[in-house]
């Protein structure tokens, strides 16, 4: 059974999942809108992730005997600078998560609630990926500078990014 602080806590970044994977998808249509389907591709395919994540937190609240409480999700922003820019924010976005994600992991061990430490396990190994994903794609923005056909290349080689559901966890 989770105790109020931490089942508040675990609806809180139930929240902010679902606030990334609206994130995201406003990058997806961003990139969209000037026609970088590939990027738009990446984006769609986070976005689906992230709203795995929340189910995640989701399932494990009820698992655990408590309530989910859905709230308002803040509308992202719906442009960017540059493709750059866009990128940076996700991985900075992505740093602020991890941050939340190790929070829990300490409020966990405050409160003696192994499983829910053993449940955020999944999620700290997750965002050292998603960190990883997001500043790749800085990284090679950065490396082309103002070649605009290495933006073409990256854009048809982030458009073969597919969604795959994670593997079930045994019961």
């Not at 458009?159 to 795959?164: D, E, I, L, V």
């Amino acid at each position: 059974m989770l105790n109020q602080r931490m089942e508040d806590a675990l609806n809180e970044q139930h929240n902010a999942e679902l606030y990334s994977g609206y994130l995201y998808l406003a990058m997806s249509a961003w990139f969209q809108s000037v026609n970088l389907s590939g990027f738009a591709a990446w984006m769609r395919v986070q976005a689906q992730e992230e709203l795995v994540h929340a189910m995640k937190f989701y399932d494990y609240i009820h698992e655990r005997g408590g309530g989910v409480t859905l709230k308002t999700i803040d509308g992202p922003p719906s442009e960017w600078e540059s493709p750059l820019a866009a990128f940076e924010g996700a991985y900075a976005h992505e740093q602020k998560v991890t941050g939340m994600i190790n929070d829990l992991v300490d409020l966990a061990r405050e409160e003696h609630d192994h499983a829910t430490e053993i449940f955020l396990q999944w999620f700290v190994t997750e965002q050292v990926e998603e960190e990883d994903s997001a500043n790749e794609v800085v990284q090679k923005i950065k490396l082309m500078g103002e070649a605009s056909g290495g933006l073409f290349m990256l854009d048809r080689e982030l458009g073969q990014r597919t969604f795959a559901p994670p593997a079930a966890s045994p019961a």
